[in-house]
């Protein structure tokens, strides 16, 4: 990076730093820390949306586009129906309980152990989640720098909790637009920078040719087999009940839209989610297939991940890794030669040679990805440590090999920006839950707000401290962006379930619930376990076996009265 | 802002929303239907048409 790019960098951040502290001076109280102020619907939307996005999803997406293509879109066919359905029914009962909390609901409509659970649930899967997002900007310091990742993971983790703890939701909500400002201009210049570096003669219909060709528009994919991980129908009906699991009881969404001034704000504001959500992937998507047809016509690395890559540079010229890159090189050299061949027959308008040389050119690069997949198995016996799938390394390798200074610093700060705008949310909303479901609930009902805003500002310290943890072992994971997803499916299915009890299954009460949904999460970790089925499935089952346990121990425990003080909602 | 959360209470939502074209929640919740299925439409036919 260059002086520009810093300049870039820093002065984006701490303006936006800055202004979160400005607008939020005074705002000390526990109402305005943990729930925010009066929120427009559009910021309401477009924190919604930020909340969401995090770094994970502008670096690990245009990866997963790179990799396989745009199917991973599927998985956001569930967020419109979703969406609408927290419209209609959650928002209006959150709303009207005035909670600040969605577990402190269960608490009114259950029980103290029902609310208890629920939000250990989330503080589970949401901590861990945390670590998971924490990683993502350690990749592009790592990359950037070449300082050590763990270095990298413990001081932009440590960074991002001073912000939240300084900030707390208000500051969350009021800079969130602006930083997906920055995010949206550092995703649309890549994105024109991008097109313009394809090879002249190169028309947008040719890209989409070639791209299709490699396999890498398959959006839609109407395979019944449960086994496939993205299909539509696992994108329409499980992804419908993972979307309403994680908009409508992880603490970290809800209380981003129940900082709205009024039922009407939250509403507009999820609705312009589910309009926006899909296109909004889709054009992430989108530019990692892109960078795949670049890197068609231009040479590529054998591993994105600058540290695999470095392991082989370091070794003798009889290194076994060495000899994967010279046969990689001569792949992609064919393929880049067949595509040449393919391009040029194609504008003199014959067919026949262009569908010669575009099979020719598959046929390279498929020789070319075996030796890459053989490397990368082979690089984990040399470097037991290094991350054996690179796609996440795809999107910052561009930047800093293929975009000029300046926009190489816009990029970096549209991660940071992304990385803050969620990580604050979440710690937020894990500090906020920790506070109002366990300390004042069970360890000082008798905390003054003040006792509680101090608390709170340490339990927010604590779980970035927990995400911070957990991050260190995230290279673990095969990609970031299907890892986040897979961690929330495992807890989310149970989650709704309670809500979903509460809701519309009126005669059952705290202690039936409870006990099912435990049976329930057990349930989940054996078949997560033992099946091999897409984890897009998760969710449904386990709200599915959380209902239907719960209306078999009512009936087996007898008659529940509902709470009169909940017979109104 | 009690008046407008009492306004509000019908959960499918009659209440006017704001809106220029959309007057009512059943429209917005409509409009959303339908830019989900053009979405996934186009999807489909991207699909059918580059593989």
Known sequence: MSALDFVVLIGSMLGIAGYGIWRTRGQRDLNSYLKGGHTPWFAIGLSVMATQASAVTFLSTPGQGFANGLGFVQIYFGVPLALIIIAVFFLPIFRGLNV????????????????????????????LGAGLTIYAPAIVLTTVFGWPLDLTIISSGVLVII????????????????????????????????????????????TLAVAGKFQKLNAVNFSTNPNERYTIWSGIIGGTFLMLSYFGTDQ???????????????????????????????????????????????????????ASEQHIVDKTNSDPLRAYE????????????QLENWLQARHDGNQSA??????????????????????????????PTSKSNDADYVFITFI???LPHGVIGLLVAAFFAA???????????????????????????????????????????????????????????????????????????VMLGLFVVAFFFRFVG????????????????????????????????????????????????????KPDKLAAT | MKSSESVNKSPTGNQDTGLPLFHSWKGVYLFVLASFVLWVALLILLTRMYS
């Open chain 1, 100 to 127: 600040f909390t969605a577990y402190e609901y269960l608490g009114k409509r259950f029980d103290s152990k029902t609310r208890l659970l629920g939000a250990a649930l989330f503080l589970t899967q949401r901590g």
């Open chain 1, 252 to 306: 970290s969404q809800v209380q981003r839209y129940l900082s709205g001034e009024s039922l009407r704000e939250s509403r507009l504001g999820l609705m312009f989610n589910a309009v926006c959500k899909i296109p909004m992937q889709f054009c992430i998507l989108l530019l990692g297939v892109l960078i795949f047809v670049f890197y068609q016509f231009e040479p590529a690395p054998l591993f994105f991940n600058p």
């Open chain 1, 400 to 402: 800093l090999q293929q």
């Open chain 1, 163 to 206: 912000y939240t703890v300084a900030g707390g939701n208000d500051a969350v909500t009021v800079t969130q637009k602006y930083q997906l400002g920055i995010i949206f201009a550092g995703m649309l210049t890549a994105v024109c920078l991008l097109l313009h570096k394809l090879p002249a003669g190169l028309t947008f219909t040719d």
């Open chain 1, 326 to 337: 010279t046969g990689f090189n001569s792949a992609q050299t064919q393929t880049r030669q």
């Open chain 1, 419 to 493: 990385t803050f705008s969620s990580k604050a949310a979440e710690l937020n909303a894990l500090g906020s839950s920790t506070t109002i479901d366990f300390y004042r609930h069970l360890m000082r009902r008798d905390a003054t707000d003040a006792e509680c805003l101090t608390a709170s500002k340490w339990f927010t310290i604590f779980w970035g401290a927990v995400a911070i943890g957990f991050a260190l072992y995230a290279h673990l994971a095969e990609n970031l962006i299907q890892a986040v997803n897979i961690l929330g499916s495992i807890f989310y299915g």
């Open chain 1, 510 to 561: 705290g202690t039936a619930v409870f006990w099912a949904a435990v049976l329930a999460q057990s349930l989940i970790f054996i078949l997560f376990a033992k099946l091999s089925i897409s984890y897009l499935w998760f969710p449904l089952i386990g709200c599915a076996a959380c209902v239907a346990f719960s209306c078999l121990l009512q009936m087996f425990l007898g008659n529940f009265r």
């Open chain 1, 354 to 383: 262009a569908s010669t040389a575009l099979a020719a050119a598959v046929d390279a690069h498929q020789q070319g990805e075996i030796i890459r997949a053989t490397a990368s198995k082979e690089l984990l016996v040399y470097n």
